[in-house]
């Protein structure tokens, strides 16, 4: 106690740890801050929370390992447009960067009236910058400086004089000339990769065509066009498959002889690769009377990808496997994927295994590592393991009810008694399965169905995770956790304030845990704004990530967690592997002793490469639906509002999940203001509102599948015609005088982004990027030029689907 008091005494404080990170000549880490003021012990975990605080206010800026004072940036700058936060708020970084730190936030404003063209992703700008506090500044284009991306993806159409290529990125609405003669003979709507040739043209843009991946009015071409376009790596270096071919079965060595345990894998009807089995029995110990023993066995992938070889740095680049509709990209080859590394029925297979004993109200009491060798008894599906239960066995689960799948839901309903005793944030939203023929064309969008069985391997892969992060902590090894920050407090505000707008009202403790919003969720349950409820709680969380740094993860309500389950798929898994085989002394293929200085790097790419692949996996998502709609254009659907932007309304249609967006000056005849807080355009004239959850019924106005772009009117009211926009009536000039502003003034009001008027016969327009997507172009609120049904169409081309990807255990 006396040392805990005499080290709070003398631990500095922000400005003492700032003015020693300013004096230094060059930046600094943890350890040289905690050797400069004699930190010890429990006081680092203090100044690593000092720290990030000090990171997130701005004061200091972290790079790899190491701190520094922030720069500020020059009053005016060239940037480079990257995309679009969740918000659809348009998104650059400087274009020339040289510091070790990620450079700061930088917003985009909306175009004026009057204002330069709007930029695409890629595109350079020159722009004036505002500090706003907190590493972020606002951006106001001065001019737009040119384009930045140098390849295209696109579809060929040819003429009589020479090649087109149509871009298939939504925001880039440019064609590109090609040469004939460069490939002779090339179909209409050939899939092609185009080099964007350097210097000024008169028109199109010139390129020529350096890949032809395909035909586009093949299925197998939707998914690739998303991997091309998130840069995804699908084909595996010769050296790799030469590797994973000349792999052979596991030798039993030292390992732990299981093969007598009958384990059996429960995965989806169509898996291709088992890397988890699962087994349970009542514990015989009379000491723990209604407590169960349990074991989790997952591939040893270790065996197989050793440290620095050709497969692992081959994985650490891909990260993950990505997995679309028609297809997976894997992480590792298909010889071990589906090979050596999956745990088919019958067949000797090596494992990484933890046996688990819990108390009956799902409590672990203890827990053990092992390398073994196993057998699975088997290979379910979950449809299968839920008839069984519920009392329909087939032939291959009826000998196994008693003895394999009894016990199994057993362990689970005490897992369910600790899950609901610590409170894990029970989020309910509704995922969709695109369904295929053989032809790989889609013929149905479909509730994905979701059992206890599901729900079972949720809670032991949950289980066995904990225990890797433990372990990994008792033996002093370096472990990549995954970790889940609590909500930030400007997005709990912004959650208290929209609740409170409906009836709700969040708890206003200073630490907030999972049960607070659980408590919301249940009072929303069965009204008619669940939907909009669990949605809007789902947008205030953090997102979940890759850390050698533990904080716990918020949303399970966790402590220590980490990655163990799934080796085959993502990387993170494979490292804590490696660190349980050098630490508990299991052979070969264990953690190098230096690898854990990486982990803070590597856990960041590879958080990177997981966000990549669920953009790439949503992209997919967007072109199948679209395809899937595109005989339907003309006909009226049910929906409900998904989300609410500056520039009009993202609609999810209830039969089908399918979303679209509204642009906001296809809505009925108003002055409208995004109120950001309240999820809300709200019309200023008639007090017309449309809001995040709200039901509406709307109309497919268009469905392109190149771009995944879906748009939507709502039911009722027609479409712009060009007259109509070329034309904006005197009286409307004359109302805005009256009320002391331009048409093309559109101040803030209530907090808000800035208002949009919305009328079939009004010339002001709005284009950008969806909520969700990466890559916008940036929009024009009011200009002079006259909104065109062409640029109709590109402000529709421009939209993006926001939807979220639910995996099996996180």
Not at 669 to 692: C, E, M
Request: aromatic share 6%; with cysteine; glycine share 10%.
């Amino acid at each position: 106690m006396a040392n805990d008091t005499e080290d709070k005494k003398h631990f500095p404080t922000k400005e003492q740890i700032l003015e020693f990170i300013d004096m230094s000549p060059t930046p600094v880490g943890k350890r040289e801050i905690a050797r400069a003021f004699n930190i010890k012990g429990g006081g680092k975990i203090a100044l690593k929370k000092i720290l990030k605080e000090m990171n997130i206010g701005g004061d200091v800026v972290r790079g790899r390992k190491k701190f520094d004072k922030p720069g500020r940036l020059p009053p005016v700058e060239v940037l480079e447009i990257i995309g679009t936060d969740d918000e659809g708020e348009v998104l650059a970084r400087p274009n020339v960067w040289k510091e070790d730190y990620e450079p700061p936030v930088i917003y985009v404003k909306m175009i004026r009236r009057g204002g330069p063209s709007a930029p695409g992703v890629g595109d350079k700008i020159l722009a004036k910058l505002r500090y706003t506090g907190k590493q972020t500044y606002e951006a106001s284009i001065m001019r737009v400086l040119g384009s930045g991306p140098q390849r295209v993806l696109g579809i060929f159409r040819p003429n009589e004089r020479e090649g087109r290529v149509v871009p298939t990125d939504r925001k880039d609405s440019g064609e590109v000339a090609v040469p004939l003669d460069d490939h002779p003979g090339l179909e209409t709507g050939s899939l092609v990769l185009t080099e964007i040739l350097p210097g000024k043209h008169f028109g199109l843009r010139k390129g020529r065509i350096t890949e032809v991946l395909g035909n586009i009015n093949e299925p197998k071409s939707i998914s690739l066009v998303s991997i091309h376009a998130r840069g995804i790596p699908f084909e595996f270096p010769p050296e790799v498959e030469l590797q994973a071919r000349d792999s052979k079965a596991t030798p039993m060595a030292k390992r732990t002889d299981l093969r007598d345990i009958p384990l059996v894998t429960i995965d989806g009807a169509d898996a291709r690769d088992f890397d988890d089995a699962v087994w349970a029995e009542a514990d015989s110990d009379p000491e723990n009377k209604g407590g169960w023993h349990i074991m989790v066995a997952i591939a040893d992938v270790s065996w197989y990808v050793r440290p620095n070889d050709a497969l692992d740095r081959e994985a650490v680049k891909r990260g993950n496997s990505c997995y679309f509709p028609d297809r997976v990209v894997p992480m590792l080859p298909f010889e071990l994927s589906n090979g050596w590394c999956s745990l088919v029925p019958h067949e000797d297979r090596g494992c990484m295994a933890v046996e688990m004993w819990l108390n009956k109200h799902g409590t672990k009491i203890r827990h053990k590592f092992c390398r073994g060798m196993m057998r699975s008894a088997a290979r379910l599906t979950y449809d299968q393991v839920q008839r069984a239960m519920d009392g329909f066995p087939d032939e291959t689960t009826a000998p196994l009810v008693e003895t394999i799948v009894k016990p199994l839901y057993g362990a689970y309903e005490a897992f369910l008694e600790a899950r609901r005793g610590r409170g894990v944030l029970e989020l309910d939203i509704p995922e969709r399965k695109i369904e295929l023929n053989d032809q790989g064309q889609i013929i149905a969008i479909a509730p994905r169905a979701r059992f206890d069985s599901h729900k079972l391997i949720e809670e032991f892969m949950v289980a066995a995770n904990v225990c890797a992060a433990e372990e990994l902590e008792r033996i002093k090894q370096p472990c990549m956790y995954r970790i889940h920050d609590a909500p930030s407090e400007e997005k709990l505000e912004a959650l208290r304030e929209f609740l409170e707008g409906a009836g709700y009202t969040l708890n206003k403790a200073a630490v907030l845990r999972p049960r607070d919003f659980n408590q919301i969720l249940a009072k929303a349950k069965d009204t008619p704004e669940s939907e909009l409820i669990n949605t809007v709680v789902l947008r205030s969380q953090s997102q979940a990530m890759y850390s050698p740094d533990n904080i716990g993860h918020f949303g399970l309500a966790l402590n220590k967690y980490a990655h163990f389950t799934s080796p085959i798929r993502r990387y993170a898994d494979l490292l804590v592997h490696r660190a349980l085989i050098a630490g508990l002394k299991l052979g070969e293929g264990g953690l190098p002793p230096e690898e854990g200085e990486r982990f803070e790097q590597i856990g960041e790419d590879i958080s990177g490469t997981e966000r990549r692949a669920a953009m790439a996996e949503r992209d997919a998502v967007d072109r199948y639906v679209a395809a899937y709609m595109a005989d339907k254009v003309g006909a009226e659907f049910p929906g409900r509002i998904s989300g609410v932007t500056h520039f009009g309304l993202f609609v999810s249609l209830q039969e089908t999940g399918a979303d679209g967006l509204i642009p906001i000056s296809t809505l009925p005849d108003d002055y409208y203001v995004h109120d950001a807080i309240g999820h809300s355009l709200v019309g200023q004239n008639r007090g017309k509102t449309f809001r995040l959850g709200d039901d509406v019924v709307v109309r497919i106005a268009e469905a392109d599948a190149t771009t995944g772009s879906l748009a939507l009117r709502l039911a009722g009211h027609a479409d712009v015609t060009e007259r109509d926009l070329i034309e904006q009536p005197r009286a409307r000039r004359g109302q805005n005088r009256l009320r002391g502003r331009s048409p093309g003034d559109r101040s803030h009001r209530h907090g808000s982004k800035p208002g949009f008027r919305a009328n079939p016969k009004d010339s002001s327009s709005a284009s950008g990027g969806g909520p969700r997507d990466g890559k916008p172009a940036v929009g024009a609120a009011t200009g002079k030029k006259k909104t065109t049904p062409k640029k109709q169409r590109k402000l529709v081309a421009s939209s993006r689907v926001a939807r979220k990807t639910t995996k099996r255990e996180d």
